[in-house]
């Protein structure tokens, strides 16, 4: 019995959520007796293999050839597929992340199954998988069973799963994977990535999320937010309605529409919580909110709220941060 981890690897690193997974993986395999082989693709591989070496796999599969240097979600599937196939995996796990979600769809489509989405929590029941996933944008769980039979495709939310402590002494086989397509074969690839510059941190990988709303009043105020961010070593976020009135770039926007994160700690500023955002946000640990408006929604589901102007109470946050972190 096998368990397949996906390993996104972006410019020749393995993504954070990637070795969540990997880990959760390896709990589970070690619960089970059973093996856990990690599937890498792209163009080098080196040093994220390394990476994901130390996660305690059992095998590295390796496809680095010049066709996945590139990201195309017909190459990285066929890869995946292969994989399934050569490991005869009766699980798949996969980051619910932007590629994953697409790569783990279109190879669960190969063996004409669907994918567990997004989860949140997963157990074994006898020989089928038990997950918990949000709906309705996270104002209620559903609890989602897999169908007997192989494989079963997962994909888990980042920030959920914990990463385990990693070991340097960890020597997994590695190997090359030989997949079955040629170049003719793939008909959309991705030409060329244009990144924004970001002092913070990469949002839905960060542990700590600093967003503004219209609170802030416009565009001039939002350095507020990524002062604080930038104090907490957080990841700064956005509303929708900020990102639509051109305030800051869609690339921040947390919401149903936005970027799904899963923060141990949130911090809504400004933000009156319209349903479309707590989609993106409501299973953050602990989540604050800085509001004038003492009826907002978003302190219904906050842990902490603060019944102010953001654009007081921000300056004076930052300040006490600072002074926390040079003692």
């Not at 990690?38 to 059992?58: I, M, N, T």
């Not at 939002?222 to 002062?227: E, N, Q, R, T």
């Not at 930038?230 to 509303?239: E, I, Y």
Request: proline share 5%; with cysteine; aromatic share 6%.
């Amino acid at each position: 019995m096998e368990i397949v981890v996906f390993i996104e690897v972006r410019d020749g690193v393995a993504k954070k959520s990637s070795l969540e997974a990997a880990s959760e993986a390896r709990r589970r395999a070690d619960q089970h007796g059973w093996k856990v082989a990690a599937l890498l693709v792209g163009s080098p591989l080196e040093e994220a293999a390394a990476k994901v070496a130390s996660y305690k796999p059992d095998r590295i599969l390796l496809a680095d050839d010049a066709l996945f240097a590139s990201y195309s979600s017909q190459s990285y599937s066929a890869a995946l597929a292969e994989a399934v196939r050569q490991e005869n995996a009766h699980t798949v796990f996969v980051s619910a992340t932007t590629m994953g979600k697409e790569v783990a769809a279109r190879t669960a489509a190969k063996f004409q199954t669907s994918v567990l989405a997004d989860v949140v929590s997963i157990e074994r029941d006898g020989n089928t998988w038990k997950t918990r996933r949000p709906v309705y944008s996270g104002k209620a769980y559903a609890e989602v069973q897999s169908k007997e039979g192989a494989p079963v495709f997962i994909t888990l939310r980042p920030n959920v799963f914990s990463a385990g402590a990693p070991d340097p002494k960890a020597k997994p086989e590695a190997s090359k994977l030989s997949v079955p397509i040629q170049p003719q074969d793939v008909k959309e690839r991705v030409v060329e990535t244009h990144k924004a510059v970001s002092e913070t941190v990469e949002l839905t990988e960060a542990e700590i999320v600093v967003s503004g709303g219209r609170g802030l009043k416009g565009p001039e105020n939002f350095h507020l937010v990524g002062d604080l961010a930038k104090a907490l070593g957080a990841a700064m976020g956005a509303s929708r309605a900020v990102v639509d009135a051109g305030w800051i770039d869609h690339q921040f926007q947390v919401g149903q529409t936005g970027k799904v994160v899963s923060p141990v700690l949130y911090i809504a500023c400004g933000i009156s919580g319209a349903i479309q955002h707590l989609a993106g946000m409501s299973s953050s640990k602990y989540i604050v909110a800085i509001n004038k408006d003492p009826d907002a929604p978003i302190f219904k589901i906050a842990d902490y709220g603060i019944v102010g102007d953001a654009l007081q109470i921000l300056p004076l946050l930052t300040e006490e941060v600072k002074k926390l972190k040079s003692e």
